[in-house]
């Protein structure tokens, strides 16, 4: 028997990477087209499901004036607020389906400044001139205080974790639930072994984890300038993510506000655990309300699939 189906157009971006197949891939479904109806909540899950990326997106029309587009991001289980490298990916797939004329238009008149639409609220966007490269600023805490004993303890005791490893650990919520975990250094970041006979995933199966520690001077082994290594884990249905802009945007939050920024513009590593070459951007913009700063987390973008789906 067959089922009726609708046809939009997909893009699947690799995201904080001007190579592709080295970031962080997100699905786009592009729902922009008034003759389309938009695909219902379970439709949207289901397909998400089965793309089996850490997020699948859909681009719909904006409900408030102010945004471009409206955005609704899901996992292969759940839909979220908000998510970093689904930002990146769906903004660019969002200009590359006005076409270059059209898009060049737009961020001329609007000077590179876009806003996105999704649950965790209005998220302001900054593009380059060729629309390769998307910033989006770090949206506000939903929670963020030191974790519990407790919940660190089940960490370092299921990773398999020195306890004086970790400088400090906080909720660094803004959508998705990380716990953000300062290690000593990057090559402590690296070391964690997931795989490890010894670890036990299983009982921190409910928990997103973020690590982060510092480069010696600023620069990886390969001499590349690079501040930290950074690391996400949601065991839940992704395992590790290889690049993450939700992640980055807390670690950056955190550091501003804990006076321990390494500088006005840096750029983390990410994925190089598991064979990826993410970065990711950090602008610190201070020219704000005294004691306040705007943080602009952003990556190249590059689109590696182009087509329809049929959902």
Known sequence: MSTKTNTYPFHQV???TDTPYFGNPVAVVNCLNPSLPVPTQEQ?????????????TFLLPPTDNAADYRLKIFTPVEELPFAGHPTLGSCHSFLRHLGTSEASSLITEREGKLVQECAIGLVPLRV???AS??????PDFIRHEPVDPTTVSRITTALRLDPDSIISAYHIDN???WIGIKLRSAQQVLDIDVNSPQSDIGSIRDLFLGF????PEGRNVQGEKVAHEVRAFVFEDIGEDPVTGSLNAGFAKWLEESGES???EYVNSQ???IGRNGRVSVKIDRKQDVGKADIWIGGECVVCIDGVVHI
């Open 128 to 130: 380059s001139a060729d």
């Open 14 to 16: 690799d995201t904080f």
């Open 262 to 264: 390494p500088a006005d």
């Open 271 to 273: 994925g190089t655990a």
């Open 133 to 138: 490269t998307v910033r989006f600023r770090a």
């Open 44 to 56: 949207m899950q289901r397909f998400a499901r089965w793309t089996n990326l850490s997020e699948t």
């Open 175 to 177: 959508g998705p639930r």
């Open 212 to 215: 982060i520690g510092p480069y």
